[in-house]
C-alpha cells in the first residue's frame, strides 16, 4: 500500500502554482514531485497534485492508495461529501477518478503539521519557477 501526501500552492489566487507530492510505501519516501503549474487557482493546485499522485501510483502498479491533504475541502469533495459546483474542477475530478479506476483507494483529510514536505514542495515550486 501506498501512502501518498498531496498539497497544492498558489501565490495569490488566482497566481503561480505548484504542487507537492510525497509517495510512502512501508514507512519510507520513495518519490517526490515538485511540479510548476502556470498560473491558475489553489483548487486547480489540489486537484493536479492528487492526479499527479494517481498516475504516479499506476506507474508503480500499485492497488492500494491513500491519498492524505490538508485541504478538508478537496478531501470531502473527492468522496463526495461536498458537491462540486465549479466546471474545471469536475473535469479535474473526472480525470482523477478515471486515474483511480482499478485501486483501492482512500481519501484522508490530516493536519497542515502532518503535511509539511508536500507543503515545502508545492511552494519550492513556485519558488524555483519565479
Known amino acids: ?22 509517495i510512502i510505501k512501508k514507512g519510507k519516501i520513495i518519490g517526490q514531485i515538485s511540479e510548476f503549474l502556470g498560473k ?3 483548487n486547480i493546485a489540489e486537484y493536479t497534485a492528487v492526479l499527479k499522485a494517481l498516475e504516479f501510483a499506476k506507474k508503480l502498479g500499485e492497488t492500494e492508495v ?32 478515471e486515474a483511480a479506476k482499478g485501486m483501492d483507494l482512500n481519501f484522508k483529510w490530516v493536519p497542515r503539521e ?11 515550486a513556485i519558488v524555483n519557477k519565479i
Open 66 to 97: 491513500e491519498i492524505r491533504s490538508d485541504s478538508q475541502l478537496l478531501v470531502k469533495q473527492l468522496k463526495g461529501e461536498y458537491k462540486l459546483k465549479a466546471p474545471h474542477l469536475r473535469e479535474l475530478k473526472h480525470k482523477i477518478l
Open 40 to 42: 491558475g487557482t489553489n
Open 1 to 22: 500500500m501506498l501512502t501518498i501526501n498531496t498539497d497544492g500552492a498558489c501565490f495569490s489566487n488566482p497566481g503561480p502554482m505548484g504542487i507537492g507530492v510525497v
Open 114 to 124: 502532518q503535511n509539511g514536505l508536500a507543503d515545502k514542495l508545492s511552494k519550492d
